[in-house]
């Protein structure tokens, strides 16, 4: 074990005795729910018979990417059971909403194909209970969860892992090089790494996953948002030919260029609807607040506000709607691109056919976005109020350059739809004690 390894192992043992008031105080600010913080000292452990294989996604994104590659398990083992652990509420929501009713319905056994539990926080006695409940026959990380104390009881144990689509953004890679000897080691526990993209390959590999090979990025695969039929008919009705812009997955400070821009905008296009969806809900009533004070008229939808005529600024504060906004919207900025996050997902508009304008901060998703630039599906702006008002101008204005940018988004977003089938077997190999070769079947 080396030493930052062994630092994090004592730390953490130190520190459990203040985990329950850390939890409580995450409850009491709704990032956890009280009836189920057990599951974060590593109880609720249920077992069902059989074989059991264990995912676990941070949050939403990753829950998200990850439907198609349960759906995938569940048909290619009819016997299969699986365990999905989440980081987030969030996470766990929305995999609630999107997972089929037929894969969570009792099997055989009166016990759910799929069970969800929140992941135990890194001590080493909660991921030790953890793991002896559940005790499953092989696991997989998605995209970039690296726990040490996780990782090191799953290898005690001689559990299977794999890292699948992995993702080591350019800071994460510059961090995690001061500690080669500890990543290498955390690393070289999985027996299967799949990395998103070649870029991340190449960061995996010069970090010490010596097998990392790169199939693709699930979420280039992941199937449409989904929007409720009734809630999508009711807001057509209510906005009628109104132009609409979108920003969707926002970040603090972008929410101020979109209402900046939207004033920018006002005076030529005075119906024009400006949605913001912050990122994080909970976010909603401090961009509405912020729009009020620009003496824009706002609504909320959390609160049951409607984009009426008179409403210039919608905060669609809820969760699990995106897809029913980009699907209205006349164009789309992507959220966390104005700032340096990184960026949200772009492949989600691109497959509702919705325009998309870009920040210059799109490292988290680097080859789709090449791919959407090249083949004219999206465009990049600056993060400048002006910049911005000008691009929406630029798209409402020119339905045929929307239709084109909408056609060609699509196209690059239609790829891959083998891949969470491809992911699913490799994943079943691990149960078998079969580990995987070579390159990315099929090229």
């Given at each position: 074990?080396?030493?930052?390894?062994?630092?994090?192992?004592?730390?953490?043992r130190?520190?459990?005795?203040?985990?329950?008031?850390?939890?409580?105080?995450r409850a009491?600010?709704g990032?956890?729910?009280p009836?189920?913080?057990?599951?974060?000292?590593?109880?609720g452990?249920?077992?069902?018979e059989?074989?059991?294989?264990?995912?676990h996604?941070a949050s939403v994104?990753?829950?998200?990417?990850?439907l198609?590659?349960?759906?995938?398990?569940?048909?290619?083992d009819?016997?299969?059971?699986?365990?999905v652990?989440?980081?987030?509420v969030t996470g766990?929501?929305?995999?609630?909403?999107r997972?089929?009713q037929?894969f969570?319905?009792?099997?055989p056994d009166?016990l759910p194909r799929?069970a969800?539990r929140?992941?135990p926080?890194d001590?080493?006695a909660?991921v030790?209970?953890?793991?002896?409940?559940?005790r499953?026959?092989a696991?997989?990380?998605v995209?970039?969860?690296?726990?040490p104390?996780?990782?090191?009881a799953?290898?005690?144990?001689?559990?299977?892992?794999?890292?699948?689509?992995a993702r080591?953004s350019p800071?994460?890679?510059a961090?995690?090089?001061?500690?080669?000897r500890t990543v290498?080691?955390?690393?070289?526990?999985?027996?299967?790494v799949l990395a998103r993209s070649?870029?991340?390959?190449?960061?995996?590999l010069?970090?010490?996953a010596?097998s990392?090979?790169?199939w693709g990025?699930?979420?280039a695969a992941a199937?449409?948002l989904?929007?409720?039929?009734?809630a999508?008919e009711?807001?057509?009705?209510?906005?009628?030919?109104?132009p609409?812009?979108?920003?969707?997955?926002?970040?603090?400070?972008?929410?101020t260029?979109?209402?900046?821009?939207?004033a920018?905008l006002?005076?030529?296009?005075?119906e024009?609807?400006t949605v913001?969806v912050?990122r994080?809900?909970?976010?909603?009533?401090?961009?509405?607040?912020?729009?009020?004070k620009?003496?824009?008229?706002?609504a909320r939808?959390s609160?049951?506000?409607a984009?009426?005529?008179?409403?210039?600024?919608?905060?669609?504060?809820t969760?699990?709607e995106?897809?029913?906004?980009?699907?209205?919207?006349?164009?789309?900025?992507?959220?966390?691109s104005?700032?340096?996050?990184g960026?949200?997902?772009?492949?989600?508009?691109a497959?509702?056919?919705?325009?998309i304008?870009?920040g210059p901060?799109t490292?988290?998703?680097?080859e789709?976005?090449?791919?959407?630039?090249?083949?004219g599906?999206a465009?990049l702006v600056a993060?400048?109020?002006?910049a911005?008002a000008?691009?929406?101008?630029?798209m409402?204005?020119?339905a045929?350059?929307?239709?084109?940018?909408?056609?060609?988004?699509?196209?690059?977003?239609?790829?891959?739809a083998?891949?969470p089938?491809?992911?699913?077997?490799?994943?079943?190999?691990?149960?078998?004690g079969?580990r995987?070769q070579?390159?990315?079947?099929g090229?």
């Open positions: 074990m080396t030493l930052p390894a062994l630092a994090w192992q004592l730390l953490t130190l520190a459990a005795p203040l985990l329950p008031w850390h939890l409580a105080r009491r600010r990032k956890e729910i009836a189920r913080l057990e599951e974060r000292r590593g109880g452990a249920q077992r069902p059989g074989r059991l294989f264990w995912l996604a994104g990753e829950a998200l990417s990850a198609p590659v349960l759906e995938a398990l569940l048909a290619r009819p016997a299969l059971h699986l365990l652990t989440t980081g987030t766990a929501e929305s995999l609630a909403r997972l089929p037929a969570t319905a009792p099997g009166g799929i969800h929140f992941l926080l001590v080493p909660f030790a209970r953890f793991l002896d409940g559940w499953p026959d696991g997989a990380l995209e970039s969860e690296l726990w104390n996780l990782l090191r799953a290898r005690a144990r001689n559990l299977p892992m794999a890292l699948v689509n080591v800071r994460s890679f961090r995690w090089r001061r500690l080669p290498a080691e955390l690393l070289g526990g999985f027996r299967l070649e870029a991340d390959r190449a960061r995996l010069q970090l010490g010596s990392a090979q790169c990025d699930l979420k199937p449409p989904p929007a409720d039929p009734a999508l009711r807001l057509r009705g209510l906005l009628g030919d109104r609409v812009f979108l920003a969707a997955s926002t970040h603090p400070g972008e929410e260029l979109a209402l900046a821009a939207h920018l006002a005076p030529a296009w005075p024009l609807l913001l912050p994080h809900p909970d976010r909603g009533a401090a961009v509405a607040e912020q729009a009020a620009l003496g824009l008229t706002v939808r609160a049951g506000g984009p009426g005529d008179e409403v210039s600024v919608y905060v669609a504060d969760l699990g995106l897809g029913l906004f980009y699907r209205l919207a006349g164009v789309a900025l992507v959220g966390g104005l700032v340096p996050h960026g949200q997902n772009p492949l989600e508009a497959r509702l056919g919705c325009p304008l870009l901060h490292f988290n998703f680097e789709p976005v090449a791919r959407l630039l090249a083949a599906g465009r993060a400048e109020a002006g911005l000008e691009q929406v101008e630029a409402l204005s020119d045929a350059r929307r239709h084109a940018m909408a056609a060609a988004a699509a196209q690059v977003a239609e790829g891959q083998s891949l089938g491809m992911v699913a077997a490799a994943l079943l190999d691990l149960i078998d079969e995987a070579g390159d990315c079947p090229g």
